[in-house]
């Protein structure tokens, strides 16, 4: 609308030159500069609902507009309807005035005359309102874009300090906000999180607005999008201003902050970052389109982008004394673990069976021994049938380290040297039994082999293991989620507490989305969040790194007491199946016929597995001894 206002003076100008060029001087000097002053206005409007009355003073955004010629001013109030002539100190160009007040009703200003349901104040002398306190879009959408426009079409738009709206990001110097601001402090509850906080910095002051929007998230109820309509979204700020925000920046906002916020909204006010998801700082900086600026939270010094946290773990030299050459996926394992261990955090390592979880754990030990870290022992807690694996592991890949094993008879000896040890060794139904000489020792890392045992968070062993003291904890499972995502819960509440929240807010934030309605977003920020503290890898993924598959083929001959049994066995299921299909028939004799060949072949595997062979030290298997003979010559 301005810019057809600006061509017809132009127009005339021309037509008036071409008359005459003292005409033509005199209608140029003729226009005035439109000027539009923002302001705060006290208004009084009924707010009552249906039939009742209710009647409320509000602060809103106004403005006054004047026309500024070369001799004098010209206020809206007396430009109604004067012919272009002789005015209040001079000529004046009544059209033009005309259209400058159309092209603010074209803005979404609204002439106060023209509003029936508001009262202004006695000593107002504003012209229009640009809001009326309730209905915020229209006057939100003209503060970020209007104004632009007026300027952009040579009006002059003078804001006044009180001014309700602030423009987050123009940086203008006039009062407006000057973009959004953020800091990351170090949590001194908990090890592995940062607490944020997000603001704008407005006539140079810092305003905290994450009150602000978590408030917007609970009144949206679960809903990332806003309960608010329009372009723009007003905050309201102190002192009767409102911060105006592109609402897809808002909502980006918001979609941030329920994720950090939802999992325990008691804290509320605060926000605390995860020390190892560096893609909620990513998020965090495309949601404020490029305009955040993150500062020092002790020096307040504008600073690049918080280095606190890495996708990618380092490289980490394989230890010295460890007697075993890491495959590349093993060694990118343990540069995992150590990330964690330097930021005195847990995590869940979860490869397949047969990548070498063990082999991995004990490298990580060896090198926090190597590094001076391992003044205190770490506790291993495992299933009994593993023990032996264990100790063997230990003492073939890492001898220089000093272990003992807490389990079975002479325990009472054990405890007195567990202080004195690196590495421990003791079983679940072990450490429910001595727990209290387990909890008297201080722990440098609590590792937990076959973690699936803990899966169920009311169990005796999960409330076991919650109470070691320790620095680090470490999980070690091939079935991380054996039947729900409780059980996922429940690792990671070991191994990084706080993560995934308490059970109530995690049902309700990913369970019950996940598991009953198949909701891919909320599968997605769940993985998202413990991407960090999971490593699993499976065979197909690391199989070129792995050796190929060797075949002996041995035919094995069996022999003595083992092949009188079969003999025994043969001849009997022999006449049983003759028995059986003259009875039967041979179409029906068919299970009586598999379950005679099955127990054959049980004898030629192992004579243990059709009959108790514990006072038959005769009764060997000759495929077991065959094997031993075999590993013998490999190893």
Request: net charge negative.
């Amino acid at each position: 609308m301005m810019g057809v206002m600006i061509g017809a003076r132009a127009s005339e100008a021309t037509r008036s030159t071409q008359r005459d060029a003292s005409d033509g001087a005199r209608a140029t000097a003729n226009l005035g500069t439109p000027v539009l002053e923002l302001v705060e206005a006290t208004i009084v409007r009924d707010l009552g609902d249906g039939l009742a009355t209710e009647y409320r003073e509000l602060q809103v955004p106004a403005a006054r507009l004047r026309f500024e010629y070369p001799w004098g001013t010209v206020r809206m109030a007396s430009a109604d309807h004067e012919p272009l002539g002789r005015g209040v100190g001079g000529p004046r160009d009544v059209e033009a005035e005309r259209a400058a007040r159309i092209t603010l009703e074209g803005l979404g200003l609204v002439d106060v005359r023209d509003d029936l349901e508001v009262v202004l104040s006695h000593d107002s002398d504003v012209d229009y309102l640009v809001d009326d306190g309730v209905k915020t879009d229209a006057g939100c959408w003209f503060s970020a874009r209007g104004v632009d426009r007026l300027r952009a079409s040579g009006w002059e738009v003078v804001r006044a300090a009180t001014y309700p709206h602030v423009i987050v990001g123009e940086g203008t110097g006039d009062g407006e906000g000057d973009g959004w601001r953020a800091c990351l402090r170090e949590s001194t509850a908990e090890a592995g999180w940062f607490e944020l906080q997000l603001g704008v910095q407005v006539d140079g002051g810092f305003v905290d607005l994450l009150p602000l929007l978590l408030e917007l998230l609970q009144e949206a109820r679960g809903d990332i999008r806003l309960p608010r309509g329009g372009e723009f979204t007003a905050l309201p700020l102190e002192g009767a201003r409102n911060l105006i925000v592109p609402s897809p920046t808002l909502e980006a906002l918001i979609g941030v902050l329920r994720e950090l916020y939802e999992l325990d909204p008691s804290n509320f006010g605060q926000v605390a970052l995860p020390a190892l998801v560096p893609s909620y700082v990513e998020r965090l900086e495309r949601a404020c389109e490029g305009e955040l600026r993150w500062h020092d939270p002790a020096s307040g010094a504008e600073c690049g982008r918080p280095a606190y946290a890495r996708p990618v773990a380092p490289a980490v030299d394989a230890p010295k004394n460890l007697r075993a050459t890491l495959r590349g996926y093993q060694a990118a394992g343990v540069a995992w673990m150590q990330q964690l261990a330097a930021r005195g955090l847990g995590g869940v390592l979860a490869d397949d069976m047969g990548l070498g979880k063990t082999l991995q754990t004990i490298a990580h030990l060896c090198k926090e021994y190597e590094e001076g870290r391992l003044r205190e022992p770490a506790l291993v807690v495992a299933p009994t049938s593993l023990m032996g694996n264990w100790r063997r592991e230990l003492k073939r890949f890492a001898p220089h380290l000093e272990v003992v094993t807490l389990h079975g008879g002479g325990r009472g000896r054990v405890r007195r040297r567990m202080g004195l040890a690196q590495v421990v060794l003791t079983t679940y139904g072990t450490l429910a039994r001595e727990l209290d000489p387990i909890c008297a020792l201080s722990w440098r890392m609590l590792i937990l082999d076959e973690a699936q045992v803990i899966k169920n968070a009311s169990s005796r062993a999960y409330a076991c293991v919650m109470k070691v003291p320790t620095a680090l904890r470490l999980c070690l499972t091939g079935t991380p989620i054996e039947n729900n995502l409780e059980e996922l819960r429940a690792l990671f509440e070991f191994a990084v507490p706080g993560l995934l929240g308490a059970a109530p807010g995690f049902r309700r934030a990913f369970q019950t989305p996940i598991e009953s309605f198949g909701d891919q977003e909320r599968l997605e920020v769940l993985q998202r969040r413990i991407a960090p503290y999971l490593m699993r890898r499976n065979k197909r993924d690391v199989a070129p790194e792995l050796p190929q598959k060797t075949e002996v083929v041995k035919l094995v001959e069996v022999h003595g007491a083992q092949r009188e049994l079969y003999e025994h066995i043969r001849v009997s299921a022999h006449t049983k199946v003759r028995t059986v299909i003259r009875k039967k028939g041979l179409a029906a004799s068919t299970v009586d016929i598999l379950a005679a060949l099955t127990r054959l072949r049980q004898v030629c595997c192992d004579p243990s597995l059709v009959m108790d062979t514990t006072d038959r030290p005769d009764l060997r298997s000759a495929k077991l001894d065959a094997l031993e003979d075999l590993l013998a010559e490999l190893l």
